[in-house]
């Protein structure tokens, strides 16, 4: 027995994990000295210290009144991802609800998740408390550092006071979308649906290929999820850092040990552009995962170029899907295809939800056993989720060969006269401009077609605003698009507005745009 962790040290092979609890358990019994998560020059988090700190955070909650059921906030910075992987697997060790939330929401935005959940209380760490940036709670919810809880426990090592076991189709998990298109809604996910597809042999684990794996994803977000359970189920440990900066990141992409980088497309962009990754060896970098948005072509084949030996692999799900996806490695002769599907089924139907044939344009669905479903919102669960299938809000089509084409999200589509455009597609022509660092497309109103295409761009690094005025842009794209799709308005702007998960916010780019005379 291990005198840290309670559990057997030599567990080869187990039955698999139906809670997140005994997933950590599982994992610290296999390999409790290895580093699990490491913030760079901050701090490193040992499975057995993982599991000892939640242990301890547990039984601090229990103390404090904290039950089964209920939901515990959790706002914690960059910096302090040991400390919120921790406070998070306290919380369901404890029986309760974790409900990420980034340290960067505005006050109101903070205050309308933690009331919408009825959180117990927030959790917090010793840079997002009363003297660093946590904004505001509600009247009655007080927030409390991890650090203060668990004190007294770690110093009477009252870490095997009995536990509540949870159960497979507990709630687990609320996590809150980006709020993109509307207010942001809460998504629970269960016990079963985190542990969905989780190893249960040390052979098993993934991303053997690596010593680390790297990201500078938020907490609070769904990639930022993926990346605490990729911690948990891969055989690296995870790598991030207190801040992204192409600098700090290139030198860690680098570094020795680090084969497996996962970016989104704006961090990929703005890692490219800096030229910090030139004259460095990158050879040693196999995997490259981007996410959250759709990675333009262009983009992947500038990647594939910078790290030779990597595969480029682009992933598309939701935090409503998850863990369903599609997985697509980078394929020449499939520049806009986003890949097939993994843990789950993947399907393309019509407004009653009736499967269209391939070659078909029609809305997204994505099934995953254990589904997920919108916390307190019956209508827009009833809306979105199906009988285990979820409805992405995007348009696309099937290949012949199952591959997934995406048309456009929803919202995002521009209907032009008679046409119908997509800005995804108009946003891959604009990405093989030279001058272009990022490109946005948005509708914007014509007097005469109903709405046209607008486009904003940033230039990149040594390209003045000039190459990119409207005559230019479209003498450009005129061989690459239709002459419908071609933008009526451009913009031309220092940087893009995004959410934490690295999103476009379309809504506020289109506020940009005069009304035309």
């Given amino acids: 027995m291990s005198r840290a962790t309670g559990v057997p040290r030599r567990a080869v092979a187990a039955p698999a994990a139906r809670t997140v609890p005994e997933l950590l358990d599982w994992r610290c019994a296999l390999h409790p000295d290895r580093v699990a998560i490491e913030v760079h020059g901050v701090d490193q988090l040992t499975f057995a210290s ?11 909650l229990r103390r404090a009144g904290v039950g089964p059921g209920d939901r515990v906030a959790l706002v914690f910075a960059a910096r302090e991802w040991t400390g919120y992987a921790v406070a998070y697997f306290g919380v369901l060790r404890a029986g309760a609800v974790a409900v990420p939330l980034s340290d960067r929401l505005a006050p109101a935005q903070l205050e309308y998740a933690v009331r919408h959940c009825a959180a117990r209380l927030v959790l917090h760490g010793p840079l997002t408390g009363p003297a660093g940036p946590l904004p505001a709670v509600p009247t009655g919810v007080a927030p409390l550092a991890v650090a203060d809880l668990v004190a007294d426990d770690l110093a009477a090592d009252d870490t095997g006071a009995p536990t509540p076991p949870a159960r497979p189709g507990d709630l687990a998990q609320i996590l809150y979308t980006s709020g993109t298109t509307g207010r942001p809604k809460g998504v629970g996910a269960s016990h079963a649906n985190l542990v969905a597809g989780a190893p249960n042999h040390p052979r098993r684990l993934a991303l053997a290929h690596s010593e680390r794996f790297l990201h500078a994803f938020p907490i609070g977000t769904n990639a930022g999820q993926t990346m605490l359970f990729n911690a948990l189920t891969a055989k690296p440990a995870a790598l991030t850092l207190p801040r992204f900066t192409p600098a700090r990141f290139a030198r860690l992409v680098t570094a020795p040990g680090t084969g497996t980088v996962f970016l989104v497309p704006s961090m990929a ?49 939701s935090t409503e899907a998850a863990p369903a996806q599609t997985v697509m490695i980078f394929d020449p002769a499939r520049r806009a295809a986003v890949g097939r599907p993994a843990d789950g089924q993947l399907m393309i139907a019509d407004e009653q939800g009736r499967p269209l044939p391939p070659g078909s344009v029609g809305e997204v669905w994505l099934r995953c056993p254990h589904p997920r479903s919108y916390y307190r919102d019956g209508p827009a669960t009833e809306a979105t989720f199906r009988q285990g299938w979820v409805r992405m809000g995007d348009l696309g089509r099937l290949d012949a060969d199952g591959y997934l084409y995406l048309a456009d999200r929803h919202q995002d589509m521009i209907k032009s006269g008679a046409f119908k ?20 497309v948005v ?6 077609l109903g709405s046209a295409v607008g486009v904003v761009l940033v230039p990149r690094a040594g390209h003045p605003p000039h190459e ?19 933008p009526a308005r451009v913009l031309v702007a220092e940087t893009l507005p ?11 780019l289109a506020a940009l745009f005069d009304p035309p005379d």
């Fill in 443 to 448: 509708a914007v109103p014509h007097p005469v």
């Fill in 421 to 440: 455009i997509s800005s995804l597609e108009v946003e891959a022509a604009l990405h093989e401009h030279p001058a272009v660092g990022e490109a946005a």
């Fill in 269 to 317: 962009i703005e890692l490219l552009d800096s030229g910090a990754l030139r004259g460095r060896d990158t050879s040693g970098v196999m995997l490259i995962g981007s996410t959250a948005a759709a990675l333009a072509p262009a983009v992947a084949t500038r990647l594939a170029t910078t790290f030779p030996a990597a595969t480029i692999v682009n992933y598309y799900s």
């Fill in 498 to 508: 995004r959410n934490e998960a690295g999103k476009v916010l379309k809504r506020t």
């Fill in 50 to 60: 993982w599991r000892a700190g939640a242990l301890a955070v547990a039984a601090a």
């Fill in 468 to 486: 990119l005025t409207l005559p230019t842009v479209r003498a450009f794209l005129a061989d690459r698009l239709a002459d419908y799709q071609l």
